[in-house]
């Protein structure tokens, strides 16, 4: 892993092949919005699928897709031939998440030659008006073949 | 709350309707296993709308049952009327979440008057092999009308 | 707590005065370094008192100085005559702690009626080179008499 | 690492040796209580150099003495030669820390080739009344040269 820039010039293909394997992504309606070297959102539409028992989407979902962006925020930055494994993550949740539509923002803060340590966010947009919901702090880790 | 016994008698039935009420439950085929004082199980077969890239169940989604069943272990020990909320969670993933049916435990550690700290544990059941795949450790909040 | 400005005009010598208090501070030779709405740096140097078995700052000291800054950012926005109390926290450790000096930063990322949360960092200074060590997110709770 | 049993019979004088090496455990008074595989203790009593502004153990060194814990208790299952690396942790706090001594304990819940998760408690005694007062969920990392 280098901090700075990939060193797979075809991060994204590989991203996005990984993000279509996932079965959970399609259930709950989640695509991948933006892959960059070291930052990834995906982007959530509200469904009922996804709710807790008030309507809200349900924390478990928030933190599904901001482990999700942050994972491949990481991997964007791990060789070809890598696989990316979570090691751990802890979200703090801010508001109720509400809203018509959720993004979450995964960024990498520094990756190390095995582990790498994201930050993420969750962002509802409800009626033109954004609010933080979740933040996110989590480790990640490269499996090189 | 109370840390030792439930001040609601009808705290399994509270619970049940309000897992009832959440969507998310029923979009990945989960269900209340066992509802006790300040103990909730959630059990989970494995199917491909719960998956990650490999064909294992996706590290949100054990996120999502483990926290589910801390929110309502929580919730067993708030009074009648009252709302539970999730502060935060942190989860260490031990093993590829590999099986066809898993089960989370949420435990109360201790129960204060507006905070209650949870234990959570996933467990996969792999043709007869029962392995602990996550750890988990949150705060619930109750929110009383 | 009001999310942007503080209640408590007299804020800043509120902390000092609590700050001054904590035996913990004197012991490892940290000081107050910045007060300010929602913002607190502690600063720390190095000496062989704080050391773990390489001679780097310890992983709980840089534990300690984050969560003060952190607890004191939140403390800011705190009403007069209120306690703030650490309800948890999480933190990564990012490089070794090597230097001749250390500041942590603690900021408020949402203070809420009972809880706030807050982003914490802890900078290494070697030699004229800053380095990110350790990032924190954590839990904040304000106790109003 | 092995998950059950120390492959390095020597474990406890390795241990010992770090521990004397560390500062910190000097300044604040601290001991190594118990060595065992895969479990460590360390022993606190209280003095005015560990406190907070209310006269209890500071939250950072709670953390100090969970961490140092954790960290061990890892070690005892990582090879010769090696050493170990704090990857992250999260505490949470429960009660005060009010008392004439603490004592934390340190397990290995799953030790891996590179990564070990534990689990730490801190336990409070005062007057013959014994409270957990922090309960801590960490990744260690083991470098083997």
New interface residues.
């Given amino acids: 892993m280098n901090q700075t820039s990939p060193s797979d010039p075809d991060f994204e293909s590989r991203i996005r092949a990984?993000?279509d394997?996932?079965?959970?992504m399609?259930?709950?309606g989640a695509h991948l919005a933006q892959v960059s070297p070291g930052e990834v959102r995906i982007e959530l539409p509200w469904?009922?699928?996804?709710?807790?028992?008030?309507g809200f989407v349900?924390?478990?979902?928030l933190?599904?897709?901001a482990?999700?962006a942050c994972?491949y925020a990481a991997y964007t930055l791990m060789p070809a031939g890598s696989e990316v494994?979570?090691?751990?993550?802890?979200?703090?949740?801010?508001?109720p998440a509400k809203g018509e539509r959720f993004v979450s923002v995964g960024r990498v803060?520094?990756a190390g030659r095995?582990?790498a340590?994201c930050?993420g966010e969750v962002w509802a947009y409800d009626n033109g008006k954004e609010t933080?919901v979740a933040?996110?702090?989590t480790?990640m880790?490269a499996l090189v073949k």
């Fill in positions: 990984s993000f394997q996932q079965g959970v399609k259930t709950i469904s009922k699928a996804v709710t807790q028992q008030h349900h924390a478990g979902i933190s599904t897709i482990d999700n994972g494994l979570g090691v751990e993550n802890k979200i703090n949740f801010l508001a803060i520094k095995t582990l340590v930050s933080l933040v996110m702090q480790t880790m």
